[in-house]
């Protein structure tokens, strides 16, 4: 039982460019979350989404979207990367009695 | 004002020593509270779900009060590998938006 998975764990992005992380669940969890994590700070939620075909905004949503065309599955798009999104990206999933399980995290440079 | 505050760290404690965290959240429509230990930049993981009649795991204890709208959570007898940082969570709304706290940071000293 993987729980939550995310993928790629490491990435070096150059500014401008494109790329999406996936988080990737086995627990039918309805609720899922990408939150991102800066030094000294604490997790700032960027987008999250509430079922299948759902997405909705967090604090921190601009230079990111999301879609979630499966259950399963909930994807982080950066269209084109800048140096200010060079942080550690967790992925959440909840169900509706909770908690929250998280995945391992994707550390991402952009230079 | 951030939706989920806790104290500032970090607390320095010695082996044994009991320490106390809190934390207050300011939208009274929150419905679950939890505690989360987060290691060095790994994924945070679950100590214990919050319950205002109050719940116990070993040496770890937790309380809410939804009135004051306050969360604590306190560590008896700390060990050295009780040294993380640990997160305050509540869920908000309908939609369970899953809210964090900034964290507040333990190192347990011999």
């Known amino acids: 039982n993987a729980g939550v998975t995310q993928t790629p764990k490491f990435r070096v992005l150059k500014t401008g460019q494109s790329m999406t992380l996936l988080c990737a669940q086995d627990?039918?969890?309805?609720?899922m979350y990408w939150y991102r994590q800066d030094p000294g700070m604490g997790l700032r939620l960027i987008h999250y989404?509430?079922?299948?075909?759902?997405?909705a905004k967090g604090e921190v949503p601009d230079g990111y979207n999301v879609s979630r065309l499966k259950k399963q599955n909930f994807l982080l798009g950066l269209e084109s990367a800048a140096p200010s999104q060079t942080s550690v990206y967790f992925c959440?999933?909840?169900?509706?009695?909770?908690?929250?399980?998280f995945g391992q995290g994707t550390r991402l440079t952009v230079v | 004002r951030k939706e989920v505050e806790q104290d500032p760290g970090p607390f320095n404690v010695p082996e044994g020593a009991t320490v106390a965290f809190n934390c207050t959240y300011s939208n009274s429509a929150s419905q679950s509270f939890f505690w989360y230990r987060q290691d060095c930049r790994k994924e945070p993981k679950l100590l214990m779900s919050v319950y205002s009649s109050g719940n116990e795991d070993g040496r770890f204890t937790a309380q809410l009060n939804r009135a004051s709208q306050y969360i604590s959570l306190l560590i008896r007898d700390s060990k050295l590998s009780d040294s993380a940082t640990y997160l305050c969570?509540?869920?908000?709304?309908?939609?369970?938006?899953?809210?964090f706290g900034a964290g507040t940071r333990l190192a347990v000293h011999p």
């Open positions: 969570v509540v869920t908000v709304g309908g939609y369970n938006k899953l809210i």
């Open positions: 989404s509430v079922g299948e075909g759902t997405t």
């Open positions: 627990m039918n969890h309805e609720y």
């Open positions: 959440a999933t909840l169900s509706s009695t909770g908690p929250a399980f």
